[in-house]
């Protein structure tokens, strides 16, 4: 399975925000579409990853308190990035070495849509659910040998 496989399945949906976007106001985008991960766009093109580490990080030097700090200050301005072509299963490697939960997916530079964490194992998941169904299948249909005496 190809990671563009996920993308087709759950979407192209894309919440965004730029470099000036305050953090107040990107943790309510996040809030209210109950998303783990805010892409930070500059000009048409990524200039970062804001998830809910970087927004717990800054509440805590904050000590509650995030005002209006942009986003620039606090996101990922390097994340781990993925192309739509790759496996899933080698991404899934990378996410786990990178202990990256959200992963922007890019083409060229068009970006394509966010994965999780959660849509890689849902994709694994019913991967392996299909061809343990279809293992089981074929050996209950396992033809009998032809008694050869």
């Known amino acids: 399975m190809l990671v ?3 993308l087709r399945i759950k979407g192209h949906t894309l919440f965004t925000a730029t470099p000036d976007t305050p953090v107040l106001d990107a943790i309510k985008v996040m809030v209210q579409h109950d998303i783990g991960s805010l892409v930070v766009m500059d ?3 990524l200039a970062g990853l804001l998830t809910f580490r970087e927004v717990l990080e800054a509440v805590v030097r904050g000590e509650g308190a995030v005002g209006r700090t942009p986003i620039r200050e606090l996101c990922d301005r390097a994340p ?11 991404l899934r490697r990378v996410m786990l ?3 990256a939960r959200y992963v922007p997916v890019i083409d060229g530079t068009t970006l394509l849509g ?6 890689v194992a849902k ?3 019913e991967e392996q659910s299909f061809e343990n169904r279809m293992l089981k299948s074929y050996i209950k249909n396992w033809p009998e040998e032809e008694n050869q005496s």
Do not use: C, K
């Open 123 to 125: 994709a694994v998941y």
């Open 43 to 45: 000009r048409g093109r």
């Open 4 to 6: 563009s496989e996920i």
């Open 97 to 99: 070495d990178r202990h």
């Open 114 to 119: 966010v994965v999780s964490f959660h849509d």
């Open 80 to 90: 781990l990035t993925a192309g739509p072509g790759l496996d899933v299963m080698e």
